[in-house]
């Protein structure tokens, strides 16, 4: 039996990708293995948000050379973003790749396989306009918790982002077909759905009839077995009075959303097209605290942006500090050839982004602390996630609210819910002890 190493970069509409791939594959006799070199087939599933992670997969393809080198059947396939925006690049950096794929033609790499071992190669399948299959076959890489994409694409052309070049326009999968799929997951022991979409909250709008995304969460919700609905991501400029107020009538809907800043600059914010200012987002984060008081808010955040000067970086920080977000994704501005803003004058030395970074970090880290410490005392269903990074002895999971919890118990417990009364808090995670299960 031939087997296939899956390496993926990026987010979670990646790992869901790889899990297709995976699938696909079994289909074709592939047995997915850990161990790369024990693989017949090589996937390097690629992600292109940033320049420094497109370094890192090159880094990677080059380790890959030399196992070519000492495995001459080894077949190589690289897809994913990175691929979608220059596979001729790919090419000539690695010109020991066999296969390259783009974004909406995951379904074709079985077939693109078989050329390979007929003996044609390079193979390149890269298309710009399309729509994935439904309900193509998948692998489930985690125990514990089910992705399902309910839209792909974005029309939103944020000036820093490539997305909408690299994953096309929005396109929204069909009720039916994402019914089926939570429904599989429900069959299959989850109890946890997250839902997918670069910007879910467009969902419905390419579809006939008026379902938008809380009326999808609603259907959702009617599945039995799923005890936990998360999604993941929400664009501030789409969310919607109707949104809300499903998410706080829901049960099964956790009390945590994603919802990206980027800044905190009205010029900022502008200059990015992002299409809110501060003080909509303020009015959007009063909304959601007045429906769901107890709701966990998270946020993506920035820093060092064309023309970003002292006074906007400083807005960042008190929005912040107004905001007191449970967490943050920060990042350094890095120019992606292509994007609008790759062209923009006054751009950020590395110096200064490095240092408005630290600050930034060392005020949420403070505001963190103290969100989590409100947890010491309270008792807190988790579902268990696997084994905890920090010590293996242990067990990890994440809260409703997706505060991870760190506690002793049993490697069966593993995408079981447990209720866990939290002893103490850090700015990782919390700590504490099963109560019952």
């Known amino acids: 039996m031939p087997y296939v190493y899956i390496k993926t970069y990026g987010c979670q509409m990646n790992e869901y990708d790889s899990e297709v791939i995976a699938g696909l594959l079994c289909q074709k006799d592939f047995s997915p ?49 990175l691929a979608q925006k220059d596979p001729q690049e790919i090419l000539k950096r690695a010109p020991y790749v066999d296969i390259i794929w783009g974004t909406l033609n995951l379904q074709d790499i079985p077939k693109l396989v078989d050329k390979v071992t007929e003996g044609k190669s390079p193979i390149i399948k ?38 909408p070049y690299v994953r096309g326009r929005e396109k929204s999968r069909s009720l039916k077909s994402i019914i089926r799929e939570v429904e599989m997951a429900a069959r299959e022991g989850f109890k946890e759905v997250v839902l997918l979409g670069q910007n ?19 259907e959702v919700s009617k599945v ?47 200059l990015m097209r992002r299409g809110y200012t501060r003080e909509d987002y303020l009015k959007l984060v009063s909304q959601l605290r007045s429906l769901i008081p ?49 062209k923009f004058d006054n751009q950020i030395p590395d110096s200064v982004k490095g240092k408005r970074l630290r600050r930034l970090i060392e005020i949420q880290r403070r505001i963190t602390e103290e969100k989590n410490e409100v947890w010491i005392g309270k008792t807190v269903e988790v579902l268990v996630e696997g084994l905890s990074r920090k010590d293996p002895r242990e067990l990890q999971g994440r809260t409703r609210h997706n505060k991870i919890v760190v506690f002793s118990g049993k490697k069966d417990l593993i995408g079981e ?13 919390l700590r504490g002890e099963i109560v019952s299960c």
């Open 33 to 81: 293995t850990s161990d790369m070199d024990r693989a017949d087939l090589i996937i390097v599933n690629t992600c292109y948000v940033r320049e420094k992670v497109k370094h890192k997969v090159f880094s990677f393809l080059g380790e890959l050379k030399k196992l070519k080198e000492q495995k001459p059947h080894l077949v190589l396939g690289v897809g994913g973003c």
């Open 126 to 163: 890269v298309e710009s306009e399309g729509k994935l299959p439904d309900d193509l076959p998948l692998v489930r890489n985690k125990k514990f918790s089910a992705y399902i994409p309910v839209i792909r694409g974005c029309n939103n052309f944020c000036t820093y982002c490539n997305v």
């Open 200 to 218: 879910v909250n467009s969902y419905g709008k390419d579809l006939p009839g008026h379902l938008d995304f809380a009326d999808l969460l609603y």
């Open 224 to 270: 039995e077995g799923i005890s936990r609905i998360r999604f993941t991501t929400s664009h501030p400029k789409d969310l919607s009075e109707k949104l809300m107020l499903a998410m706080a009538n829901i049960d099964e809907v956790c009390e945590h959303l994603h919802l990206p800043l980027q800044a905190g600059s009205n010029k900022i914010l502008k």
């Open 294 to 342: 107890d709701i966990s808010l998270t946020t993506d955040l920035i820093v060092g942006f064309p023309g970003e000067g002292e006074e906007d970086f400083n807005q960042t920080l008190d929005m912040v500090k107004k905001v007191k977000f449970d967490g943050t994704f920060t990042f350094e501005y890095s120019p992606i050839p292509g994007t609008i803003a790759a």
């Open 417 to 429: 819910l447990v209720n866990v009364r939290v002893n103490s808090a850090g700015c990782w995670a």
